[in-house]
């Protein structure tokens, strides 16, 4: 991390829900120069996480270039409240928080960085959004493709609370806090059902992609990185790296510091325009 880099919470407005206002961290690599134009990158977390956890904060203090990262609605800072099937409502966040960065700062949206819940997120920003066709680089960490494969791991737990009750609460720790979620059928049958099949055809082409994956992914088959690797690779001039990582679990568990290395080796490839579609070979420098 550049010494000077320097971190400033931020409560964004939100302008479809009265009294929300989205909490994130603004990372500036270089602050006091002017930001209209700059490029900034943005870290999304997944299912109920928050904007500090696994290896988001870990990457905005490395990042080469400013950062947000931020609660979606329901999430620690953010209020509101979160239902597994709300995807609509965190996409409606994320364009929020662009439309802000960009009207306040004069930000350029160049870098976009989503684990699972938050890749999915993106993918459809991505794919939906005038912003989204102009940025230069995605990284798509444990990302779901195959929705439908969420009732393999979840149902066996769900349904018996679903048939006794209507619901189910899932409890969590969030930020070290203890968080109760409730989650409905409804729920698991809208996210089941959410279309990514857009990628096909709507992903920019432009965007350079880095996908991310444990092969010890309990949570998200790995197998999804490789639909995501055939539906991106055959674009141009846009680039789809895909990157299967031995022993890596959905949250990349005693990996982080490993993650935060190879995106940063990406990005700088990808800012000097010399990446080509393949799988990606660890630094491990040249070694497989």
């Excluded at 444990?142 to 009750?165: E, Q, T, V």
């Excluded at 995106?263 to 700088?268: A, K, R, S």
Aim: glycine share 8%; proline share 5%; charged share 25%.
């Amino acid at each position: 991390m550049d010494s000077t880099s320097v971190s400033k919470r931020i409560f964004i407005p939100h302008t479809d829900v009265p009294g929300c206002s989205i909490a994130g961290v603004l990372q500036q690599s270089r602050p006091g120069e002017p930001t209209d134009g700059k490029s900034i990158a943005l870290i999304l977390h997944g299912t109920m996480g928050h904007k500090d956890y696994l290896y988001q904060k870990r990457l905005a203090l490395r990042l080469p270039v400013d950062s947000f990262r931020f609660d979606f609605r329901g999430n620690h800072e953010t209020p509101g409240t979160w239902r597994q099937g709300a995807l609509a409502d965190d996409v409606a966040d994320l364009d929020v928080v662009v439309k802000y960065l960009i009207s306040q700062f004069g930000y350029k949206i160049d870098l976009v960085v989503g684990h699972s819940r938050g890749s999915i997120i993106a993918f459809h920003w991505l794919c939906t959004s005038e912003e989204g066709k102009a940025v230069t680089g995605f990284v798509n960490c444990s990302g779901r493709y195959r929705m439908h494969k969420i009732y393999d791991n979840l149902l066996p737990i769900y349904k018996p609370h679903f048939d006794a009750h209507g619901f189910y609460d899932w409890k969590v720790t969030v930020a070290r806090k203890e968080v109760a979620a409730r989650i409905y059928p409804i729920d698991l049958e809208t996210f089941a059902n959410r279309d990514t099949s857009i990628v096909w055809d709507r992903f920019p082409v432009n965007t350079h992609v880095l996908s991310l994956h444990g092969l010890n992914d309990k949570t998200v088959p790995p197998y999804d990185a490789t639909i995501y690797a055939r539906a991106l690779g055959n674009r141009a001039p846009g680039t789809h790296n895909l990157y299967l990582i031995e022993d890596a679990d959905h949250n990349f568990t005693g990996r982080q510091d490993d993650i935060v290395d190879t995106i940063l080796e990406w990005w700088q490839l990808c800012e000097r325009g010399a990446l080509k579609t393949g799988v990606w070979r660890t630094g491990v420098r040249g070694k497989l």
